[in-house]
């Protein structure tokens, strides 16, 4: 009897420590659920971690866990649970984190791994602005390439250990936030990130040394025990508008326990020149948050980003006018051509009336990065929200993008590896501007009479230096477009097997309108009966192959031409020309002579080189002003286009 007693005491014992074990476990999980659904995500990751550590799995934890990363900005963190939901929980996962297991995947440059799951997001969200992005834009990655390296960029000397970022111009100055002296003297430290409350700083710019010196507290009226940070201010320095945290004595704030949203805040200079107590916007609440100010360039509007109600994402951009008394008229959204259902953030206008702005909704190579549109577009492409690229851009947040249009100097952040603490600023200097992308479009049909497909029909764009950009073939209609800069020469060069190949010079210089439309290309049949004596130029068509007066260098016009002589000549092996140059008949004979045979000798060298044809089929011979197409002769008064027919080129055949 005692040794079944014994028994059952152990059973209940067991049980009773069982239920004890589950019962604390339940327990962390409410706390972890209470710390995150307060924003207290330092805290609650390290409640989930300690959960997790025990062998506690499930979808709220791995999704919680991963979001307490995710919204630090810390993505490589965020990647190992958001893959352990999808692993563990590919049937329970909503379609938002596919789109963050995405976006944790750029983070470690793993892009083809996150377009797989890009598709599997815009599989379940196909309408989501995101998802179209995305499956209209396969060629992001190279889009982006090709914006890149426009800037020189620097990690700034004002750096600390601790965060530092969100820069403004004042004068002389620039005013940044920092938590480096909160840090060392308080200990009023941010749950939702775990580190120091933000204040305003300000450091001189030394233009003769490009360096910074006086770094100091911007204000005592203007910084508070809480956050300050992204100010901006109008031109004359008498205005500041700046984020601060939501919070008034007494009452509690996310950090303690209730929630903390940030508003938009105001303050003057008196008379004095002292900062006025600053006041929080109207159109600011308790209910959501307004942040990141930036004024236009006439300072009539303000910008800035929230998370109101009737929003499309987790932030979006907003305007409101400022009137004349200082009052303010109602915000409105800057709509989806700019917004996404992620974050839109940080706009900054440039002089030249472009918006700037940090997303992580539009493609990108990870995290935040910082795009621009023109703010009042006239055409369909002026519409194009464009990432700036590389090195700007990198695969973790890159954000509080600002440029001086006239000096071409500026500042972001950025939480990119290499820097001295968790948010760095680095200056900037654009080397090169945004060019603006041009459509190209034409249309190419065959020569009447023949009943041959269009299809198969090559359509190559080179730049002004015969460097390919892009090849591709027409469409069924015949069709063809590429997207090429402005202000460019271009060639395009259009192929089909069996036709004369034809180049057209276009310029995207000085357009009026866009898209670039090509005048109608028609191909016609290679039909070519030579003999010997025939003249090359005469049976392809050529345009008359000219010389610059008083100069023998082969000419952009002409080497389209000569691209014919090539190709002729590489389809005929046996053929072989004389190269016949001439010139007018201003200067001696004796000198036009020698130039002739220089010209003749820059023709030939350049069909052996460019189209690789052996020299021994090259014949050549100068002859002067021995044959002029015209009555231009020694002191006659013709026009330099009378006597631009004079100076050119023939191509005889020998044999």
């Not at 799995?57 to 919204?71: A, D, P």
């Not at 020189?152 to 403004?168: K, L, W």
């Not at 200056?427 to 020569?447: A, D, F, H, M, N």
């Amino acid at each position: 009897m005692k040794k079944y007693l014994l028994k059952s005491q152990l059973i209940f014992a067991i049980l009773l420590i069982g239920n004890t074990s589950v019962f604390c476990q339940q327990k962390k999980i409410e706390k972890a659920k209470m710390q995150y659904e307060k924003y207290r995500y330092i805290d609650a990751r390290e409640t989930y971690l300690k959960i997790v550590e025990k062998g506690y799995r499930s979808v709220e934890v791995f999704t919680n866990l991963g979001n307490t990363y995710y919204f630090n900005g810390e993505f490589e963190d965020a990647l190992k649970w958001y893959k352990e939901l999808v692993d563990s929980y590919p049937d329970q996962v909503e379609p938002e984190y596919y789109y963050r297991y995405a976006q944790s995947l750029k983070a470690v440059e793993k892009y083809e791994d996150s377009d797989i799951y890009m598709r599997k997001f815009a599989e379940l969200r196909n309408d989501d602005n995101r998802a179209k992005l995305f499956l209209n834009t396969p060629d992001y990655l190279k889009q982006i390439e090709d914006k890149s390296d426009r800037y020189q960029i620097e990690n700034m000397p004002t750096n600390s250990v601790f965060a530092d970022f969100g820069t403004a111009f004042f004068g002389k100055y620039i005013v940044y936030s920092s938590s480096k002296d909160s840090l060392m003297l308080n200990k009023n430290i941010h749950k939702w990130t775990g580190e120091a409350f933000l204040d305003l700083f300000m450091a001189e710019y030394d233009t003769e040394s490009s360096s910074f010196s006086k770094i100091k507290s911007f204000d005592k009226v203007i910084n508070s025990k809480y956050n300050e940070s992204t100010p901006v201010f109008t031109k004359d320095g008498k205005t500041i508008y700046f984020t601060r945290n939501n919070f008034e004595e007494g009452k509690l704030g996310r950090d303690q326990g209730g929630i903390s949203n940030l508003k938009i805040y105001r303050s003057y200079k008196n008379d004095q020149e002292q900062w006025t107590t600053p006041q929080d916007l109207p159109f600011n609440s308790d209910e959501y948050s307004v942040a990141h100010p930036t004024l236009s360039s006439d300072e009539k509007t303000l910008y800035f980003s929230s998370d109101m109600s009737g929003g499309m994402g987790l932030s979006d951009l907003y305007k409101v006018t400022i009137n004349d008394d200082g009052s303010f008229g109602e915000p409105k959204n800057l709509g989806d051509r700019i917004n996404t259902e992620g974050k839109e953030t940080f706009p900054f206008i440039g002089a030249d009336n472009k918006l700037y702005f940090s997303s992580d909704g539009h493609m990108g190579l990870g995290g935040l990065d910082v795009y621009v549109t023109a703010l009042d577009p006239q055409n369909q492409q002026e519409k194009q929200v464009i990432n700036i690229g590389k090195p700007i851009n990198s695969p973790k947040d890159d954000f509080a993008f600002i440029i001086d249009d006239n000096t071409k100097r500026g500042y972001f952040s950025s939480n990119r590896d290499g820097g001295k603490g968790r948010d760095d600023i680095y200056s900037l200097v654009e080397l090169e501007p945004l060019r603006k992308e041009i459509i190209l479009e034409g249309y190419v049909t065959l020569q009447e009479g023949v009943s041959d497909s269009i299809q198969i029909t090559k359509v190559s764009v080179y730049d002004g230096k015969n460097n390919l950009i892009e090849t591709g073939e027409v469409n069924k209609e015949g069709w063809y477009s590429y997207k090429v800069y402005e202000n460019e020469d271009y060639f395009i060069k259009v192929e089909k097997d069996g036709y004369a190949t034809v180049e057209k010079l276009v310029s995207t210089k000085n357009l009026s309108k866009t898209p670039l439309l090509i005048p109608e290309i028609i191909l016609k049949r290679k039909v070519i009966i030579a003999k010997i004596g025939d003249d090359l130029g005469k049976l392809l068509s050529l345009n008359p192959i000219h010389f610059d007066f008083n100069d023998y260098l082969i000419r952009d016009d002409a080497k389209i031409e000569l691209a014919k002589v090539i190709e002729i000549m590489q389809q005929y092996p046996n053929m072989k020309i004389e190269i016949r140059s001439h010139t007018d008949s201003r200067a001696s004979a004796e000198y036009n002579k020698k130039l002739s045979a220089r010209r003749a000798k820059k023709t030939e060298n350049y069909i052996a080189i460019v189209g690789q044809i052996d020299r021994s089929r090259i014949a050549y011979k100068g002859f002067g002003e021995e044959e002029l197409l015209n009555d231009c002769v020694t002191d006659s008064e013709c026009s330099d286009e009378e006597h631009e027919k004079n100076r050119r080129s023939e191509f005889i055949i020998v044999q």
